[in-house]
C-alpha cells in the first residue's frame, strides 16, 4: 500500500469520505509547496508556518464541498490566499487589503533555503520581489514558483484572467528589468 | 512591441498551444529583436529559480487529532477496518462465537457415547488365539532361517570342496615339479663329476 502509486483524486475521494490516512498523504503532498507560496507571499516563516496548518484544517473540513477533484490545487490555494489576507486584514484592519503592503518581508526569507545559484544572485532576485506589489508578487509566485495557468490563478485569486495577466505582465516587464537589462549595444 | 504573432510572454510562461508554439519559433529564428525579448525572459525565469523551496520546519500533524476527524461512528468504522489487527481479532471473536452457538444450539443425546464400528467375523472361520498365532509365525520365521541356513551351508561347502581340489592339483603340480627339478640338479651333479682314474683309463 505504502509503495502503490495512488492517483490524487482517489485519495481526495477517500479523504472526502473521512478517510484520515489518506488526507495525511495529500498533506504530504502538498504541504511544501503550500507553506512556499504562503512564505512568499507573506515574507515570514512564522505566519506561514501557522497559516499552512489552518489551510490544511480549512480543505479538511470543506473538502466535500469540492465536486471535482481534479480542480484540488486551484481549491486548496483558494483557501490559503483567503486565509493569507485574512491575516493582513486583521494585522491593518484600517488599510485597503488591495493596497497593502506585505510587511516583515525580509531579503533572508526570501533567498532563504538551499540553491545552487550565487548569493548574489539570490539577494537581487529578493530585492526584485521585494519592489513589485503583493498583488503582482503572488501573481510571480503562483505562476514561476507554483506552475498555475492563467485560469487557475484567476480561480485562485477570484478574478479575471485579463487581471492575471495584467498583473504578471507588469510585473515581468520589471524583473526583467532588473535581473536581465538590456546589452549596451556596441560594447563586447 | 514585439511583432510576433502570439505574446512572447505568454510563449516564455508557456501558455500557448502547440500551434502556436511552433509559430513564434519560426518567428523568433528570423527575428533578432523578437529572439532577444525571448532570451531576456529566459533569463528573467532562470535568475528567479535561483530562489529555491524550503523545507517546511514541522509536518502538518493536525490530522492526527482527533477533534478534527468525522463524526465518532465514522471514526470508528474507519479505525475498525483499516486496522489489520483488529480485524483479525474480529474474525477470531466471530468465530469464537459461531462454535459457542453450534455446541449449543447442537441436538441432545446425537454423540453421546463413543462411536463403535461392527464388523461381523466370518463364521467359517474358527477363533484363533494370539498365542497360536504367535508361535505359528514363529515357526514360519524358525523354518524360514532354518532353509536359509541350509543353502549358506551348502554353497559354503561346495567352495570348500572346490577350493580343496585346486590346492589338491597345485600341490600335486608343485611336487612334479619339484621332482622334475631335483632330478635335472642330480644329473648334472653327475655330469660334472667324474672320477679319478688310472693311467690305463680304469677308475681309482
Same mark, same amino acid.
Given at each position: 500500500?505504502?509503495?502503490? #502509486?495512488?492517483?490524487?483524486?482517489?485519495?481526495?475521494?477517500? #479523504?472526502?469520505?473521512?478517510?484520515?490516512?489518506?488526507?495525511?498523504?495529500?498533506?504530504?503532498?502538498? &504541504?511544501? !509547496?503550500?507553506?512556499?507560496? /504562503?512564505?512568499?507571499?507573506?515574507?515570514?516563516?512564522?505566519? #506561514?508556518?501557522?497559516?499552512?496548518?489552518?489551510?490544511?484544517?480549512?480543505?479538511?473540513?470543506?473538502? !466535500?464541498?469540492?465536486?471535482?477533484?481534479?480542480?484540488?490545487? +486551484?481549491?486548496?490555494?483558494?483557501?490559503?490566499?483567503?486565509?493569507?489576507?485574512?491575516?493582513?486584514?486583521?494585522?491593518?484592519?484600517?488599510?485597503?487589503?488591495?493596497?497593502?503592503?506585505?510587511?516583515?518581508?525580509?531579503?533572508?526569507?526570501?533567498?532563504?533555503?538551499?540553491?545552487?545559484? +550565487?548569493?548574489?544572485?539570490?539577494?537581487?532576485?529578493?530585492?526584485? /520581489?521585494?519592489?513589485?506589489?503583493?498583488?503582482? !508578487?503572488?501573481?510571480?509566485?503562483?505562476?514561476?514558483?507554483?506552475?498555475?495557468?492563467?485560469?487557475?490563478?484567476?480561480?485562485?485569486?477570484?478574478?479575471?484572467?485579463?487581471?492575471?495577466?495584467? !498583473? /504578471?505582465?507588469? #510585473?515581468?516587464? /520589471?524583473?526583467?528589468? &532588473?535581473?536581465?537589462?538590456?546589452?549596451?549595444?556596441?560594447?563586447? | 512591441?514585439? =511583432?510576433?504573432?502570439?505574446?512572447?510572454?505568454?510563449?516564455?510562461?508557456?501558455?500557448?498551444?502547440?500551434?502556436?508554439?511552433?509559430?513564434?519559433?519560426?518567428?523568433? *529564428?528570423? =527575428?533578432?529583436? =523578437?529572439?532577444?525579448?525571448?532570451?531576456?525572459?529566459?533569463? %528573467?525565469?532562470?535568475?528567479?529559480?535561483?530562489?529555491?523551496?524550503?523545507?517546511?520546519?514541522?509536518?502538518?500533524?493536525?490530522?492526527?487529532?482527533?477533534?478534527?476527524?468525522?463524526?465518532?461512528?465514522? *471514526?470508528?468504522?474507519?479505525?475498525?477496518?483499516?486496522?489489520?489487527?483488529? @480485524?483479525?481479532?474480529?474474525?477470531?471473536?466471530?468465530?469464537?462465537?459461531?462454535?459457542?452457538?453450534?455446541?449449543?444450539?447442537?441436538?441432545?443425546?446425537?454423540?453421546?457415547?463413543?462411536?463403535?464400528?461392527?464388523?461381523?467375523?466370518?463364521?467359517?472361520?474358527?477363533?484363533?488365539?494370539?498365542?497360536?498365532?504367535?508361535?505359528?509365525?514363529?515357526?514360519?520365521?524358525?523354518?524360514?532361517? $532354518?532353509?536359509?541356513? $541350509?543353502? @549358506?551351508?551348502?554353497?559354503?561347502?561346495?567352495?570348500?570342496?572346490?577350493?580343496?581340489?585346486?590346492?589338491?592339483?597345485?600341490?600335486?603340480?608343485?611336487?612334479?615339479?619339484?621332482?622334475?627339478?631335483?632330478?635335472?640338479?642330480?644329473?648334472?651333479? *653327475?655330469?660334472?663329476? %667324474?672320477?679319478?682314474?688310472?693311467?690305463?683309463?680304469?677308475?681309482?
Amino acid at each position: 500500500m505504502i509503495f502503490r #502509486a495512488v492517483e490524487e483524486t482517489d485519495l481526495i475521494r477517500q #479523504a472526502a469520505r473521512g478517510a484520515v490516512e489518506a488526507y495525511n498523504l495529500l498533506v504530504s503532498r502538498w &504541504e511544501k !509547496r503550500v507553506y512556499n507560496y /504562503l512564505l512568499r507571499i507573506t515574507g515570514n516563516r512564522e505566519d #506561514a508556518l501557522d497559516l499552512t496548518q489552518d489551510v490544511f484544517l480549512k480543505a479538511y473540513q470543506n473538502l !466535500r464541498k469540492l465536486d471535482d477533484p481534479a480542480r484540488f490545487a +486551484p481549491w486548496l490555494y483558494r483557501i490559503a490566499h483567503n486565509e493569507a489576507y485574512s491575516l493582513f486584514r486583521k494585522r491593518r484592519p484600517e488599510s485597503d487589503v488591495e493596497e497593502l503592503e506585505l510587511e516583515a518581508t525580509e531579503t533572508s526569507v526570501l533567498v532563504g533555503g538551499s540553491s545552487v545559484f +550565487p548569493i548574489e544572485l539570490g539577494l537581487a532576485v529578493a530585492s526584485a /520581489l521585494e519592489r513589485l506589489s503583493p498583488e503582482q !508578487r503572488e501573481a510571480v509566485v503562483l505562476k514561476i514558483y507554483q506552475g498555475f495557468k492563467f485560469e487557475e490563478m484567476a480561480e485562485i485569486l477570484s478574478c479575471p484572467v485579463s487581471t492575471v495577466k495584467s !498583473r /504578471l505582465y507588469t #510585473a515581468l516587464e /520589471l524583473l526583467k528589468a &532588473e535581473l536581465a537589462p538590456i546589452k549596451a549595444r556596441g560594447l563586447s | 512591441m514585439s =511583432c510576433s504573432p502570439f505574446d512572447l510572454r505568454d510563449f516564455a510562461l508557456k501558455e500557448l498551444s502547440e500551434t502556436e508554439r511552433q509559430q513564434v519559433e519560426a518567428h523568433v *529564428r528570423g =527575428c533578432a529583436s =523578437c529572439r532577444e525579448e525571448v532570451e531576456r525572459l529566459r533569463l %528573467t525565469e532562470a535568475a528567479l529559480f535561483a530562489l529555491r523551496d524550503e523545507e517546511i520546519p514541522q509536518r502538518i500533524a493536525f490530522v492526527s487529532d482527533k477533534i478534527f476527524e468525522p463524526a465518532p461512528w465514522r *471514526r470508528a468504522w474507519a479505525a475498525f477496518w483499516g486496522s489489520t489487527a483488529r @480485524l483479525g481479532f474480529a474474525s477470531a471473536a466471530m468465530l469464537s462465537a459461531a462454535l459457542i452457538v453450534f455446541s449449543l444450539a447442537r441436538p441432545a443425546g446425537t454423540l453421546r457415547g463413543p462411536v463403535t464400528a461392527r464388523v461381523n467375523p466370518p463364521a467359517a472361520v474358527a477363533p484363533v488365539s494370539e498365542a497360536e498365532i504367535q508361535q505359528r509365525i514363529q515357526a514360519a520365521v524358525d523354518r524360514a532361517v $532354518a532353509d536359509h541356513e $541350509a543353502r @549358506l551351508q551348502k554353497v559354503f561347502d561346495e567352495r570348500v570342496t572346490e577350493i580343496e581340489r585346486r590346492n589338491e592339483v597345485t600341490l600335486l603340480r608343485a611336487a612334479s615339479e619339484l621332482n622334475f627339478m631335483q632330478r635335472e640338479q642330480m644329473a648334472l651333479v *653327475r655330469s660334472s663329476y %667324474t672320477l679319478p682314474r688310472t693311467g690305463n683309463g680304469e677308475y681309482k
